[in-house]
């Protein structure tokens, strides 16, 4: 079904329901059903035009015509779910409304939320049409002064995203990731609850099983709270919480399903400088020295996989580079009868956003890579951010290419052709560490299989970045608190200085007494939580009492003061905010929404844009002057008269868009490389995400190369999230993108074929 087809068959829809439940009498039900359906209608309308404008020249951004995609294609996508939603259910009430069985509060609840999700995207798809006037012919990053970015990005920011972590979680993706997406919120708003209250992610992660269960039955709290999350924690906060796939239980339990292979061996690399010869004349040698930004020359780590037991494998010189891991270890099962080396090495840079994460989270589809591929893989755990960033990451990254490179005897491989495979933030290394290898004059890779990359750190806007407003897996404000820490702009948190004094012995003696405390406060937490919402909320009156646990911050947010307003909960609150039936209502609250307004406030996050210390109080300054009024002003510049999104509830959020230089590094961000320094790059294969905020990424690296006349596929698998490798097993669409992957590297490992005699 066509976009305008889609439109009519919604309006006319909505207009039966509106009319049939406008004469159902004055009830508050019958009311706000009828005004959602107004509502609907609206936006719908005013929706249509804006996608066709996109649509009509997103073909002009694509990298071939056998490749459609882009940011402004993944709006208009993403959009078009939402209406197709909205759709199917006004065919349901209208079918239904007069059914005994008719689920009105639920039914209400649904078509309310969705409303707010469409007024939001309506509000990206004028965005969109700003950065299309704005940007140069087929660009895709917003460009123009800092001035006109730093306004842009701060009027986005304020834009309201709780309803797309509720009741519309994930509904731009396939239906069978979905549940995966809504256990992840639910997991992460209860680990955001306990966070700082223990020290390790063992007391935190039990604690926050008893606490998750309301945000299982009551979506619009869970989207507060995670809209709240996002905006205000640390990236402390998303490294720990990325890593709790690292805790021992959980990582077993992972590698139990995954593919069995002989070989997983954790090496650590001496800080040692060696010789490699030079691409040009192998006669000629340069020096590799070990990484030194930060903290000094160190061990570097990587983990080598390999299916079956290969010569060179089990050597005495191997053997004594090996990092015990205590039981994991032992997976190496030396055989009487061993495996020649394989012609080809694949050297892997996990993802994590530089922060977070080893080859220890990602170990379970590199099994299955070794398996598929039957080749030794070499899996780098760079150093991680805050602690240390750039260059630091990049050093060491080289240095273990560098050291594969000359030593691939010892890891099964005969070293004939060699791939360098990452996702997200690895993606990125792979592209920085061979054009450093190209700077030293040593051999690069053959090629270079590249997963949702991140391409551009700089602080920017893209068409497909908007879709961060809404994706749970890579929030804006996550992205760039990750890009900041980085870019050696998020100082290192010290709140571990205590563990160390502790020593082993005794964070686990600590461990287990603030488990069992915490287990049996979070069973008491729970009940009360759940008995509270079983019941009315009549006591705001009332003088609170001692509780054995601290009050969530989510119940502090929620607490609406009784006022002028009364006490409506936030749910009655959604439609009245969003139906523009009346001017007079629209001009009295023109930009907050009432839930703005009740919910209480919190402290702003510092969503750094990569602005340097010196900088930050100064824009803090200027940010928080913004007005209501001023914020309006900005959006009239993008909106049409009489539309207003809705705002968070969360207060201005800081987000100075002033980059420090480093972000313009090409070692950084690989996008901005010269013409001369990509020239350098070997055959590129990327695989990326049709609705990853990091598309354009994607894209637009892959035309700068097939602009250079360079060899470069872009492959975009359609409704899967950013980060759909760690989830390979999950469901039929991520084994297919996995399949994908593996595809790109076999490409990269097959020995072209000799070129062919002419005939005499």
Known sequence: MDLRTMTQSLVTLAEDNMAFFSSQGPGETARRLSGVFAGIREQALGLEPALGRLLSVAHLFDLDAETPANGYR?????ARCCLAHLLHKS???????????????????????????????????????????TNRPGGLFFEGDEGLIAEFLREYVTLHKGCFYGRCLGFQFTP???????????????????YKRNETGLGVTASSLFTSGRFAIDPELRGAEFERIIQNLDVHFWKAFWNITEIEVLSSLANMASATVRVSRLLSLPPEAFEMPLTADPKLTVTISPPLAHSGPGPVLVRLISYDLREGQDSEELSSLVKSEGPRSLEL???????????????????????AQTSKSHEPYLKSWAQELGVPIVSIDYSLAPEAPFPRALEECFYAYCWAVKHCALLGSTGERICLAGDSAGGNLCFTVSL???????????????AYPATMLQSTASPSRLLSLMDPLLPLSVLTKCVSAYAGGETEDRSDSDQKALGMMGLVQRDTALLFRDLRLGASSWL??????????????SVPTAEPMRRSVSEAALAQPEGLLGTDSLKSLTLHDLSLKGSSDTSETPELSLSAETLGSSTPSNVNFLVGPEEAPEEAAKTQELSAKDRGCGARAAFPEGFHPRRSSQGCTWMPVCSSPIVKNPFMSPLLASDSMLQSLPPVHIVACALDPMLDDSVMFARRLRGLGKPVTLRVVEDLPHGFLSLAALCRETRHAAALCVERIRLVLTQPAAPSSPPL
């Open 528 to 541: 009360h939580s759940f008995l509270d919402l079983s019941g009315h909320k009549s006591h705001t009156n």
């Open 176 to 194: 069978a990731i979905r549940p995966f997406l809504q256990t992840i919120s639910i997991g992460l708003v209860s680990f955001g609850e306990h």
């Open 333 to 355: 099962r030396p055989r009487p009868q061993q495996a020649p080396r394989s012609q080809s090495l694949v050297v892997h840079i996990h993802g994590g956003g530089f922060v």
């Open 91 to 133: 065919r349901y009430v209208a079918s239904n409304r007069r059914s005994i069985f008719f689920r009105t509060s639920h039914n209400l609840a649904e078509l309310e939320a969705y409303l707010v999700a469409l007024t939001q995207l309506r509000a990206l798809a004028y965005y969109a049409q700003r950065l299309l006037a």
């Open 74 to 78: 993944s709006l208009v996508h993403t």
């Open 436 to 450: 450093r290898a190209a700077a030293y004059g040593v051999r690069v890779p053959d090629g270079i299989m590249a």
